[in-house]
Every structure is written in structure tokens, then in C-alpha cells.
């Protein structure tokens, strides 16, 4: 009896402490959730808000390049539509990979902007250790705009078109050579996968950069190469280039008598030189989207329409998933071919 009788005392303070303990988690608990909800509604607050101070935005290449010309005057676009400054940093390296980086390890919180391209998709694959995933590091926010290509010979080659090109190529394999502005360039990928559509064979003669291969072609050191439109047009209306084939889905106006790669039979070589913006993975959605409504109000400018023009390129607007889909389809695309042909960056 005395037994049960302390038993239940002990159930008793048993109990009475459960309930004190209770009481006492009650507040702790209540305080958390109205931090969480405090926290939650800042940060809804801050990305709704958004921008409320300066972008940077990333450009990973030298100023005063094709890159540079085109994001300054879209720079200025966004910050009147977004009612912030739009600072413009440029950091230069070898396939665009230190300023890529910075920008994929930027805070996500929509303050850091990368200018990326296909030449940032092909470097992916061209260099080892690259530190970041082109296709997952990001959110790709649109397109800007995309160029094409135009294969071209001096007009005293002896080459009157595309026919004659193979032709002569064949006849002589490996003794006519072409020039590129380096290893894994657009006209580089271009002319091995034209040589292997066409069963031809040249010799790639790189170079460091565009202008010392255009150099070189004008003053007849190399006969052949592959170059942007508005980089060739000059010598072409000039009489010194002759244009030979364009990776332009339709003809271009500029030459309309020139046959595109898919009319002459290789559609695996339409192709373009695109380029865009992206934001480090997690920004947040609302972000993205604002940032992508902006891009196409100044991308309907006239002023930027003539700019784009000028630049041999193509005003795009697109939304976030297309332009995600371009970079994933574009990476495997090129990645391929640069591992098939053990292309590694010089």
C-alpha cells in the first residue's frame, strides 16, 4: 500500500514537470515562428523590391571587344528600366573562364549579372578543371542576340564557289590552309566539322585572335577562313573576299547569292555565335523574370536595333527556359566535337 501510494506521488511530480516544461516551450516555439515568418516576409520584401542599389554585370572579355560594344549600351537600357546604375566590369582570360567564375560564385541575389556566350560553352569542355558547370552554375536569364558565320577565300584563290572549294581541297588534301582566331574559335569548330561533313582535309593555322588571322588572310598568307559577317562585309563589297557559303539559317541580305551550309547540303554546320545574360543558380525567380522583361524592352529599342546591326548581330528575345536550353543544347553540341577532335585550349 505504502508502495502504490509513492508510486503515484511520483507520477504526480511526474507530470506536473511535463507540464511546467510545456509552459515553458510554448514561448520558445511561438518566438521561433514569428522569426521565421519575420524572416520569410524580408526576404519576399527584398527580392520584391529588387533592385534598390547598383548591378554589376560581368563581361569576361576585354573592353572595347564585340562583347563590350554590346553590353554598354544594354547596360544603359536596364538601368533606366530598372531605375538603377548598371556598372559594367570587365575581367578578360583565356575562354572567358576568371570572369565566369566570378560571376557563378557571386551572392545570389540578383547584384551580379554574367555576360555569357557560345565561347563560354565551348571552354567548358576545352579546358581542364574548369571551376564552374556553364549549365548548372547559372540561371540563365535571355538571349541578346546571336551572329553567323561566312566561310570566305581571297578572290584571286582561284575559287569562284562553294563547288569549286572542295574541289580544289580535295585535289590537293592538307596543302590549302585556312585560318582561325585560335583553338576552339567559332571558325575553328566550324571548318573541322565542314571538313568532316564534306570528306575534305586543311590545315588549321591558328592565331591569337581575329585580327591577326584577318591580317594574314588579306595580305595572302592563308587563302581560306571563317569570320562574322560584319568583320567580313568591307572586303566583300571592296572585291577583295569572295563569300563562299553562310551558317545563317536563311540567306543573308547582305549577300543573298550565297548559298547557306544547309542549302549546299551540311545542315549539321547552321550554327551561331550567341550570346546572352545569366545570374548565379538560386536568384531568386521574380528576379530572373524582371531582369529578362527589362532585356526585351531595350532589345525592341531602335537605337539598339541599329547597333546590333552594325555588330552583325541578330536581336533576340527569349525567355529564361529558352535561353537555359540553348546554353545545355549548345555545351553538349560543341563538346562533342572538341572531345572527338582532342582540341585543348593553347
Avoid at 4 to 33: D, G, I, V, Y
Avoid at 310 to 317: A, Y
Wanted: net charge positive; proline share 7%.
Amino acid at each position: 500500500m505504502y508502495g502504490n501510494a509513492k508510486q503515484r506521488l511520483t507520477e504526480a511530480r511526474f507530470s506536473k514537470s511535463r507540464k511546467q516544461r510545456r509552459q515553458m516551450f510554448k514561448p520558445t516555439r511561438l518566438l521561433c515562428a514569428v522569426l521565421s515568418c519575420a524572416a520569410l516576409t524580408s526576404g519576399n520584401a527584398q527580392t520584391t523590391d529588387w533592385p534598390t542599389r547598383p548591378i554589376r554585370i560581368i563581361v569576361p572579355a576585354p573592353a572595347g571587344g564585340p562583347y563590350d560594344r554590346t553590353i554598354r549600351p544594354l547596360g544603359q537600357h536596364l538601368a533606366k528600366t530598372l531605375k538603377q546604375p548598371v556598372v559594367i566590369e570587365n575581367r578578360a582570360s583565356a575562354g572567358n573562364i576568371v570572369g565566369t567564375q566570378a560571376g557563378a560564385s557571386a551572392a545570389h541575389d540578383g547584384y551580379t549579372l554574367t555576360m555569357t556566350g557560345l565561347q563560354t560553352a565551348v571552354s567548358q569542355s576545352m579546358y581542364e578543371n574548369v571551376p564552374y558547370d556553364i549549365v548548372t552554375s547559372f540561371e540563365h536569364i535571355g538571349l541578346i542576340g546571336e551572329g553567323f558565320q561566312w566561310l570566305v577565300v581571297r578572290s584571286d584563290a582561284g575559287i569562284d564557289n562553294f563547288k569549286d572549294f572542295v574541289v580544289k581541297v580535295k585535289q590537293a588534301p592538307g596543302k590549302i590552309d585556312y585560318a582561325s582566331s585560335g583553338a576552339g574559335s567559332t571558325g575553328h569548330l566550324l571548318m573541322e566539322q565542314l571538313q568532316r561533313a564534306a570528306g575534305i582535309k586543311l590545315t588549321h593555322v591558328p592565331y591569337r585572335g581575329a585580327a591577326p588571322a584577318l591580317q594574314d588572310v588579306l595580305s595572302g598568307v592563308v587563302p581560306v577562313t571563317v569570320i562574322p559577317s560584319n568583320a567580313a562585309i568591307t572586303y566583300v563589297q571592296s572585291g577583295k573576299f569572295k563569300v563562299l557559303a553562310v551558317s545563317s539559317p536563311q540567306r543573308s541580305p547582305l549577300v543573298p547569292a550565297v548559298p547557306t551550309f544547309a542549302e549546299l547540303g551540311f545542315k549539321e554546320l547552321t550554327m551561331s555565335s550567341w550570346v546572352g545574360l545569366s545570374a548565379p543558380k538560386g536568384t531568386p525567380p521574380n528576379i530572373i523574370q524582371k531582369v529578362n522583361a527589362a532585356m526585351n524592352t531595350a532589345l525592341a529599342d531602335p537605337s539598339m536595333l541599329k547597333l546590333f546591326e552594325f555588330e552583325g548581330l541578330t536581336p533576340l528575345s527569349r525567355p529564361p527556359e529558352q535561353y537555359a536550353q540553348l546554353v545545355r543544347t549548345d555545351t553538349e553540341r560543341w563538346g562533342k566535337l572538341v572531345h572527338s577532335l582532342n582540341i585543348k585550349a593553347n
